[in-house]
Structures are given as C-alpha cells and as structure tokens.
C-alpha cells in the first residue's frame, strides 16, 4: 500500500519494482495499491512528480496500471478483483490507483486550508463514500433505508466494541517480550566425520565440469589446509552452511558479489568456463528444499535488504544473510536497520536472525572502502536487541553462523567481516570439532600471567598487526592481546575474570584503527571502565577524531597505522 507522493518519489519503489522478475527475489507478483490523496504532506502533485500520473515509474515493467475513482466502491472492487486474477494467472505485478482525497491534513490536527486552499474547499463540499453509495442504491432499490441505517449501526458497533475494549488484554496482541541469558552456551560443534564428508563434497570437481584455474586452486588450496588441519574463512563459513543444510535448515545468501565473494574467497557457485553452466557444491548434500539458496543480488540495498528481513521472519528456522560488496555499502540501506533491524522486536515483537556480513577494516583503499560504520550500530545497540561481532577467527565465525539458528533466541547479528584478512585469518579444525562460540579471545601466547603489565583490548583484524608489532618489539612477555569478538552484548564477566587473571597489569588500552569518534571506542569505554578497580588506569590508542573514515592516501594510511600500532604497545 502506498501514498501517491511515496510511490513517485521514494527510489524504494522503483528498486523494489526491479525486482520484480529476478529469480532470487520472485513473490509470484505484488499488488500495489496506491491511495492518491493527489497530494504528499502539503505537497502538491505539480511539484512533487515529473510524471503525469503517480504511476508512471511503473511503466518500466509493463505492466497493468488501473486508475480508478476512489468515490466508486464497485470500480474499486472490480479493479481489485481484476488485479488478483492478473497476478494468479500471470504471476506478474499490477498496481491500483485509486483516486481519492484527504478528508483532513497530515493528520487529525494538521489544517492544509493553508497551503492548500481551493483543494480543501472543493473537500469540504463532497459527498462522503458511504452516501454516496448508499444513495444510489437506494436510487436503484437494491436496498431500503432501514438496512442501509442496519448496515451503518452495526459497523460502528464493532468499532465503538474495539474502543472501548482498547485496554483488553484478548485478542491478537503484541507477541510477549522473551528474555534470554544472551551469554548461555549454544552446542554449534560438529563431528569431525560429518565435516569430513562435507570437505570431500564441496571440494570435489565433476568430472563433465570445466572449471576455472583461479577456482580449482582455491578448493585445492582448501582442501590441503584441511587435510593438515586448519580452516580459513572461506572454508569455515561453507562447513557451517553445509552443516545447516545437513541438519533441515536451509541457508539464504544474496549481496552484489555473493556468489563467488567480492574478495573471491567463497566460490559458492561455481561456473563451467565453455558452457556457463552453474553449480552450488554445497548443495549435494542439500535435502528436498532445505538448500543454499545463494543469489547475486541488483545493485540495489535498501530494497534488497529490506526482503531479506521479511524473508528471514518468515524462514524462521533456516538462516538468513544479507552481504554488503563494501560495509559501508550499508549506508543505503540505513532506514531498513533503523526502523527495522535494530527495533521490530521491541516495537511489535517481531523477531528476527537477519545476518548481516560487512567488509570492514583499514587497508589503505581510501574513505570510502574502509569502514561499514561500526559505531552506528552500536549506537543502536540497546536491550539485547541485535549482535554486533568483529571477528577474528574463522573458527568464531563458523559457530557464530550456526549459534544464529540453533539457539533459542533469534536476532540479527551484524558481522564486521574481513577483507584482506579472509586468507591470513586461520583456526584449527579442531576448534570447529570441540569448541565453541567465544565472546572475548584471551591471549593463549602469554607464559607467565603475572609478568604481563599491560592488557592491550582490539577487535578485528588489527589484532593481528598488533601481534606482529609486538612480536618485532620483543613485548610478548609483558604485554598481552585480548580480543573482542562480540562487541555487543558485552561480556562484562567474562572480561572481568580476564583482567582478574592478570593480576599485576596496571595498564588498559584500548586500541582500534578507527578515528576516535568512529568504532568502538565510545561505545566499550564505559563497560570496561567499570571493570578496572583501583589499581588499573584505562587509555585510548587509535587515530584522532576525523570527519572522514579514513585517508585517501595509502602511504599516509601506513604511517597512521605504524603510530597507533605503536601508541598502544608503548606509551
């Protein structure tokens, strides 16, 4: 349903129209009805369209386009009847006009005798739609004037009933608010059987398949990490989805690039270089219609993500996932996280797992690739609504991705992914088999916990630049990583019994490669605070507060991130 001003005007609408006849995004046809006030706030349709009709974007699909006089309910209801007889037959779209008018302003108080004068005194004479049929049915003696004040009486019946029931808790009310121990164990491992025979599958090339050089080596590549043991991002995403598929529960995936990955790591879907011909390997171990359902999506966000939240409340036990080609790619799609992601929930107890995957970090690509806005989502963070992660382990991101629909909570959980790191980030199989998803990582290097006099806290991949200056600078001993995988909700307990653990560091920094009033700094500052005691003192090591996310020179970038690498292991 649309007002004649949003359906011109909003670019939602002709994303969402493009869509239409995608394979991945088929709904067997969309009926728009479009109440035309033939006016947007107290804007009128002169300034408000270039077209002549509210309709006219519409055109782009040739479609049916009905317009009809909102004062005629029979129109109205041959047009509607029309329209779902289209859609039945045809699976195609179709959209109603129906021509109407504003009894009021914007709302019950607005007064629009302001700004639009003659409209409104030309309202104030018509006729309203209920005389006006009832009027001429009793012109044509279908009904008399007793039933016509029966039929009238009864309805207000039913809405004086509702009102005056308003309080009552019967009926269909908001869905009851669900509380959760956000941090209880959820059983995600799998045996290693069951990822061996998942391994042999999704690396195996048929032998009718003509497949590319580049993707041959990626899955030769996997498969020798495997068979010695360790598991990159790329394979530990497709071992959980194949796991999912295994257990019932069908995985969707759609995102610009998602098919192969915009950093080629994922190779999902595969293509045979003479014929074009497409496979999904994960899908051989599918069952019936609980598959990969993995689509390269329009270059469109908002739209796009807004049907992946829809369709993830509906696919309630399969898993969901919306991937940004950049992070920050996200931005077009901000109203769908605003008014949706982060509050549906709290709003009308509509519960969803949404996953939304990221790319994010600083690699010198400049301002606009680097970050996805980590701190606005944290910023929206409140009431265990959402989950926000910047993971560091493949092995985290594998349970992460199967904790999403094996726990008994379902939220959106919103992944800071990697990009140059999808292939330098490593985990042990083993971890995959026996262990489990990880708020915080403790730094396992550390021999002597009593020698360590500072607590350096990272998420996401300048952990690792952060180990490797640390390693150059001989600092291993007395200096330790921690590493913060889920920023939100945050483990305070966990975090505490690792400061406990650490018994003579006096030092705590926070280091990020974000400027200061960027990541997540503001946000963790107060959290870990309250966990220092008399004794520790807490300081930030990162780049200066910055109106841009990031420099557009690389050089400029290296000599920032040697500083803060710097910064956070020294002063």
Known sequence: VHGDAAFAGQGVVAETLNMARLHGYSTGGTIHIIINNQIGFTTSPEDSRSTPYATGIAKMLQIPILHVNGDDPEACLAAGQFAFAYREAFNEDVVIDMYCYRKYGHNEQDDPTATQPLLYKRIRTMVPVRKQY?????????ISQPEVDQIAASELAVLQHAFENRHSTNGHGMAPKLTYDMFAPVHTAVAKDVLDRIMTEICDVPSDFNIHAKVKNEIDKR?????????QWGMAEALAFASLL????LVRITGQDSGRGTFNHRQAVQSDIITERRIVPINRLAKGTKRLHIHDSPLSEYAVLGFEYGYSTIAKTGLTIW???FGDFANGAQIMIDQFIASAEEKWGQRSNITLLLPHGYDGQGPEHSSARLERFLQLSAQDNMIICNFTSPANYFHAVRRQVLADWRKPLVVMSPKGYLRLFSS????????????????????????VDRIVITTGKVHMELSKKRETMGLQATTALVRLEQIYPFNAARMAEIFASYPNATSIVWCQEEPKNMGAWFFVEPYVRELLGATRTLRYAGRAAAASPATGSAKVHEREQDALLTDALTR
């Open 323 to 325: 991937e940004a080609q």
């Open 134 to 142: 009832g009027d001429r049915l009793l012109t044509q003696q279908v």
């Open 223 to 231: 498969r020798h990490q495997y068979e010695e043991g360790q598991v």
């Open 428 to 451: 042990n199989l083993d971890e995959l088999v026996h262990g489990q998803y990880q708020e915080i990582i403790d730094d396992t290097t550390i021999a002597e916990r009593s020698a």
């Open 246 to 249: 295994l257990d019932e529960h």
